[in-house]
């Protein structure tokens, strides 16, 4: 109740007025994206060849039948996405998962897909587990043209390692950083997890160090987020969390690597590593959320029925027009597609359109057993299943403080922002909010660069994990219980 009061009022000293985030159905209208030129592309690949109980992502394991369709339908949703483009630019790829490598031929191919498109020195990033890694996997990487690489290491502990259900040792996450930085030709990123069960605060800082000390370009330090639907919760009190977060900051400076995020520390001189604080981007797979101007929206999370949605060659889809029956004026028929059965009487596709529809246009949802559509209803899904059929779950269209909002939250998660840049001055209260902050000693200021000091960046730690959980953890627990949900309210 606390909470939701706090947050309530937070927004509303923020944006002047109470308000909310509305999720609805389906994509924004059209006439609202705007693509900058250039762009950032995210490609979500879901399989994994093993589920770790504390990850909250939207991954399925390895299968190789829906692989294959899954592959095929990334290829015609990042065919859609450079038609879109209508020649703009993009200057950087990245591949997050699940794990990216369990497709390592539908990087390729996507890859080769947006070579002609890249601006000059595009980053090329991809998510890599240590399994993965091997020296032919290296070169084909290499030669796919991927600069960047961030390997899931977690810990160096191999008792932490079991703990929290990872299926690889330290020696073979230590093994395949090795393999990566012979290659020379990545930029490396290693992810490490804190406030995990079995770790300490030393062996933690001590991990960080070690990897530091074999000089890879970059370290990340993500702490244990509390998900509603993942098994594993931090244990850490609030005095641990900062003692830990001052601990490995202290340490990180004397190896001489620099705070880039509040959980990320970089060489000097080496690229920065990051797949989600870029400005404008837009996902190609299931789950990948996109991001353009005000525009916000997220693929529906079900890896089926994003494969139906994107590409109706998947087996099974029954014959275009068999949703139209009877007399024309109305129709009734089962719906064992959207049950998890074999399609009988319409196609999955034209059932994701009703119900992308349903609601916003009196038509009825796809619910129970049975759906009754009439005419015009028919024909719309009739035409949806020979045309484009969006895999978009829900979108938003944000207003201009709310948008503003959303971009100052990902500078300060990068340590600093600019209080003359276009999103600070959208929300006027900012300023004096700022004045309030250096009294506390949350931020410094330098003309009008605000900075976030060692404090700041513990309470935006605590702003971050309490905004996971109740915002994107709200929304994706939604999208995980629904292949198209209905209006989503934060
Ligand atoms: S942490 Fe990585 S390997 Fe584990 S389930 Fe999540 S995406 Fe898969």
Redesign the pocket.
Known sequence: MAEIALDKLLYRLLCGTPGEFRFSPGPVPSGEVIFPDPVSVYVHIPF?????P??P?T?MLYEAGLAAHYSHALEVEARRVLADLDGKKISSVYFG???PLTLLDSVESVLALMSGHLTSGAEVAV?V?PHDINPAAVERLALAGVNMVSL?VESLDNAVLAGIG?NHSAEDALSALHTLMDCGRFSINVDLMTGILGQSRESAVSDMLMLMKSGVDQVSTYPLMDFAFTRMKTRLSLLEQYRLLRDLASAAEHAGYLRTSVWTWTKPGSRKYSSITREDYVGIGAGAASHLGRCFWVNTFDVGAYVDAVDGAHPGDCARGTVVVGDRSACSMERPAIAGGEPNGFTERAAIVLNNLAGSDGIPAVAGDSLTVAEREAAVAEAADSERVSPVAVSILMDDRQSALYRLFWRCYEGEFDLDSREALAVPILRRLVRVAEALRLVARSSSTVRLTERGFFMYHLLERYYTRKYIGTLWRHCRESAFPREIVL
């Open positions: 994994c060849h093993s589920l770790c504390f990850c992502y991954k998962g699940g794990t998510e587990h899931g990872r």
